[in-house]
């Protein structure tokens, strides 16, 4: 069996003056079928309950894409693409995401810097990789790029991710109690923010083992 292709990518969206697909939209599902694989099996707090809708969660990643083409977003997908039987591996319908982050920028005048980490997910079948080390890494270069310096996220208290986090050089400011359900049981659970200043700390890429 031959071995898929795994290329790390940062999406792009279409022409925002037609109707025409952009070069990444055919990832929308493939990213809601990452998303949704992430609730299931680890019953992760990511925006979305069950019984889980594909179809909803498909045009969410499409709204998503949309937001890069806009500016305010950008999203690094690990993407396997499939050999077909002739060996091409260019076919979107075979396309796999192995793992994905985005950060978002929101629109403060007073705020520039600030960019919000967002649904780092990595395939349950494709763990103890070094993707997410790869795609964040990534992440904070697009972020640098785009000037902004002051990254923030939040973590599940109790989910392996509260861990991950500091390891990929971000530092603990607090604790939000009761901040959202547990797709699990349907309790409360608390966040622990994380803030990083790239400005002063090794990008992820450069972040000893």
């Known amino acids: ?4 292709t795994q290329t790390l990518v940062r ?3 279409g022409p925002t003056t037609t109707m025409a697909a952009g070069p990444h939209d055919h990832l929308t599902k493939p990213l809601a079928i ?3 694989s992430c609730i299931e099996r680890d019953n992760s707090v990511l925006d979305f309950l069950p019984p889980l809708d594909i179809p909803l969660m498909t045009r969410w990643w499409q709204s998503r894409i949309d937001e890069v083409g806009a500016g305010t977003r950008e999203i690094i997908a690990v993407v396997e693409q499939a050999p077909s039987p002739d060996g091409d591996s260019s076919g979107s319908e075979e396309a796999f995401v192995a793992a994905v982050v985005m950060v978002a920028f929101p629109v403060l005048q007073t ?3 600030r960019g919000s ?3 780092l997910l990595v395939s349950p079948e494709r763990r103890r990789q070094g993707l997410a080390r790869k795609v964040m890494a990534e992440m904070e270069r697009a972020a640098l790029e785009r000037g902004k310096w002051h990254l923030t996220l939040a973590a599940d208290v109790g989910a392996p991710s509260e861990q991950v986090y500091p390891r990929l050089g971000y530092e603990s400011y607090g604790v939000v109690p009761c ?3 547990s797709p699990e049981d349907g309790r409360l659970i608390s966040c622990r923010w994380f803030w990083k200043d790239l400005r002063k700390m090794s990008l992820v890429g450069q972040v000893q083992e």
């Open 1 to 4: 069996m031959s071995t898929p």
């Open 111 to 113: 705020a520039p810097m």
């Open 11 to 13: 999406l792009k969206a």
């Open 117 to 119: 980490v967002q649904k």
């Open 179 to 181: 901040a959202e359900i």
């Open 34 to 36: 990452l998303h949704a």
